[in-house]
Nanobody, 124 residues
């Protein structure tokens, strides 16, 4: 089993920045994609960034490009999500998730392993 644990987040001001962290542990596969998703109450989970642990260009959906940055420290099995110029619409529960293999799917159903999530609340 792969375990994921998010940290960071909390209450932040609009226009500011936040950095989320995710540590991957357990039976870590040699090749996996780590995605960050967010969920607003009453809606499904949407991908905001994803990266393959072997490197390469991360995936971002169009609506977050330029504000969201995913990065990783493979030696520490850590993945980070930096969110800049925060908007109130960024308020959500943020999850990191992992799927085996190099393909970083935007579909949350293709991810087998999930963290418990962490809340980010943006206030004006």
């Amino acid at each position: 089993q792969v375990q994921l644990l998010e940290s960071g987040g909390g209450s932040v001001q609009a226009g500011g920045s936040v950095r989320l962290s995710c540590v991957v542990s357990g039976d870590i596969p040699s090749s996996y994609c780590l995605g960050w998703f967010r969920q607003v109450q009453g809606k499904g989970r949407d991908v905001v960034a994803a990266v393959w642990n072997g490197g390469g260009d991360p995936y971002y959906p169009g609506h977050v490009k330029g504000r969201f940055t995913i990065s990783q420290d493979s030696a520490k099995n850590m993945v980070y999500l930096q969110i800049d110029s925060l908007l109130r619409d960024d308020t959500a529960m943020y999850y990191c998730a992992a799927r085996r293999g190099a393909y970083c799917s935007p579909d949350p159903q293709e991810y087998s392993y999930w963290g418990k999530g962490i809340q980010v609340t943006v206030s004006s």
